[in-house]
């Protein structure tokens, strides 16, 4: 089976860019990409400005469920019925 790894080429040197093949010596084919060299990622860090907050009302319970039990029941039926064309 073929492997593939990415490396950069750099002044006759080859620098792995993620894991390198664990062997001591093989034949290998290397394809030259034209594209140029991506930036390394990095984190990014969302501007100050996009700083917030998050406020609910008064009556929000973020613990109580949004649909009762029987909803539940209900709404589950009638995905089963959709599925099955029996709408």
Request: charged content about 25%.
């Amino acid at each position: 089976m073929l492997n593939s790894y990415e490396a950069i080429y750099d002044h006759g040197q080859i620098r792995w860019v993620n894991d390198s093949p664990a062997i001591d010596r093989a034949r290998i084919i290397i394809t030259v990409l034209d594209a140029p060299l991506a930036r390394p990622l990095t984190p990014r860090i969302p501007p100050p400005g996009l700083k917030g907050s998050v406020t609910y009302n008064a009556d929000y319970d973020p613990f109580e469920p949004a649909l009762t039990d029987a909803e539940v029941e209900a709404a589950s039926d009638r995905t089963v019925r959709q599925i099955a064309g029996n709408s």
